[in-house]
DNA sequence: CAACCCCTTCACGTAGGCTTGAAGGCAAGA
DNA sequence: TCTTGCCTTCAAGCCTACGTGAAGGGGTTG
């Protein structure tokens, strides 16, 4: 009754079937069965928004995993990924920053060519010597 | 004399040699070429510090030859495509933002599973009402 | 001449998170 | 019974941005 097919989830939540069976398959939403067919409790639609908004966050499939074993388990655990995951999402924002700062001033300073202004070069220079920050989204 | 090969652009940049291989096949950073081999100015070495930078931005290798071929023959579209991407990075910014916040929540909320915390449970039944964002990223 | 070192191309591998297609099952309605 | 519609599995493909290894060229040094 309150039970969910794969296609009732998706419909309701926005996500494709085909994604919401592979997130069962690798064990990050598992449902149950009847007869062969998948079924999701009510309370999956709000998982599967947990998840959403945790994929945004940047955790991966595998994370996230760890992070739903850890939640129950080990609370402190649960809160030492948290607080990592947090402080890559800081370094993501400052990046990100700095990229929408380096764009708003190559709008804004009026050089028609970007590569001709002295500020935009200094930003880009910098970021030779800076902080790599792709391999800390690369790194698994 | 002041002309690079890959492997000395490699070494100044901190790029493997074979990433700027593929730039250069690609057609995002091209390079001359004597007896065979590729042949960079040392302005490549700012080049490559603006390419770094725009990555960071998000602009994907495809979107950067566009931006680049806008660049000096179209300043109009410039400035278009970097206002559209500025866009993104503002949305980008925005989910991280509600991300970390949805993270600091749950630690702080002390509940001791997330989702019993209904404000975590706010946050993510708010997601799948919003924006998927990933279409975004995903579109080329 | 050989050693060395850097360069070349080409083809295939990798990772993550799915999507797509083929081939088939099961239950309800006309 | 046949059709409709939703479900199943499995294999293979896709996309990005490279990394890797094989096989070979070329120039300088001892």
Known sequence: MTELTVGELAR????????????????LL???????????????????GAILLLRDAGF???EQKALAAARPADPGEWRRLARRKQAELDDQIATAQAARDAL?????????????CPTFRAIAAARLSGKPLREAHTHH
């Open 60 to 62: 991966s499939l595998e």
């Open 12 to 27: 309701r939540t926005g996500v494709a079937a085909s994604a919401l069976r592979y997130w069962d398959t690798v064990g």
């Open 104 to 116: 708003d001033h190559a709008l804004r300073c009026g050089h028609p060519d970007v590569h001709d």
């Open 30 to 48: 598992p449902a149950t069965r009847v007869s062969g067919q998948r079924r999701y409790p009510e309370s999956a639609v709000a998982l599967v």
